[in-house]
T-cell receptor, first 121, second 115 residues
Framework: DTGVSQDPRHKITKRGQNVTFRCDPI?????LYWYRQTLGQGPEFLTY????????KSRLLSDRFSAERPKGSFSTLEIQRTEQGDSAMYLC???????????????????FGPGTRLTVL | AQTVTQSQPEMSVQEAETVTLSCTYD???????LFWYKQPPSRQMILVIR????KQQNATENRFSVNFQKAAKSFSLKISDSQLGDAAMYFC????????????WGAGTKLIIKP
């Protein structure tokens, strides 16, 4: 396990459809984060899990968005009734508060996956 | 609320030269972390360097170093001996040490390397 993985890498959908993205964090990491990034901008925080508990949600996360991390491992982000404004790159990151699992840059450093690019037509 | 500002939308540098990317932030907290991430075209976000606010010594990672000025709330990134592979969007990010764990990001600086 060399990094955070996300699936799919690209998703094209029609307005009104539901989509689900998956994120697999680095295996020792107990924290998982979702961000959204639109073209030419920095990422915006969406939500954060510690183990299976969702501890923080941004106001950006409308009722159409839901995230889960059922067993404290992988996470899913679902968007219901997609809108054109949902088109963006969805980034997942993970981190660890424990010792060596924090990696070279130390504990609780966030490492990112490749992202899922969503296009809503 | 904390904010991060990157005032340079784009910078260019000749290969092998040195370039400095600027970042300022606003916070009322005394304990926090600052980061520079690199995002190459169509590739994932990669951490370049991390600075803890309580450390006076500037962080260094090979050709990358920072100038952290806590009183001025400034956190610039210096890239020495620029290489073609350094071409990317560079994002400055802030994270509180205690109150929450989300990263707060600047808008990014596009770095162009001229061969």
């Amino acid at each position: 396990d060399t990094g955070v993985s996300q699936d799919p890498r690209h998703k094209i959908t029609k307005r009104g459809q539901n989509v689900t993205f998956r994120c697999d964090p680095i295996s020792e990491h107990n924290r998982l984060y979702w961000y959204r990034q639109t073209l030419g901008q920095g990422p915006e925080f969406l939500t954060y899990f510690q183990n299976e508990a969702q501890l923080e949600k941004s106001r950006l996360l409308s009722d159409r968005f839901s995230a889960e991390r059922p067993k404290g491992s992988f996470s899913t982000l679902e968007i219901q009734r997609t809108e054109q404004g949902d088109s963006a790159m969805y980034l997942c990151a993970s981190s660890s508060v424990a010792g060596l699992a924090g990696g070279h840059f130390g504990t609780d450093t966030q490492y990112f996956g490749p992202g899922t690019r969503l296009t809503v037509l | 609320a904390q904010t991060v500002t990157q005032s340079q939308p784009e910078m260019s540098v000749q290969e092998a030269e040195t370039v400095t990317l600027s970042c300022t932030y606003d916070t009322s907290e005394s304990d926090y972390y600052l980061f520079w991430y690199k995002q190459p075209p169509s590739r994932q976000m990669i951490l370049v360097i991390r600075q803890e606010a309580y450390k006076q010594q500037n962080a260094t990672e090979n050709r990358f170093s920072v100038n952290f000025q806590k009183a001025a709330k400034s956190f610039s990134l210096k890239i020495s001996d620029s290489q073609l592979g350094d071409a990317a969007m560079y994002f400055c990010a802030y994270r509180s040490a205690w109150s929450n764990y989300q990263l707060i990001w600047g808008a990014g600086t596009k770095l162009i390397i001229k061969p």
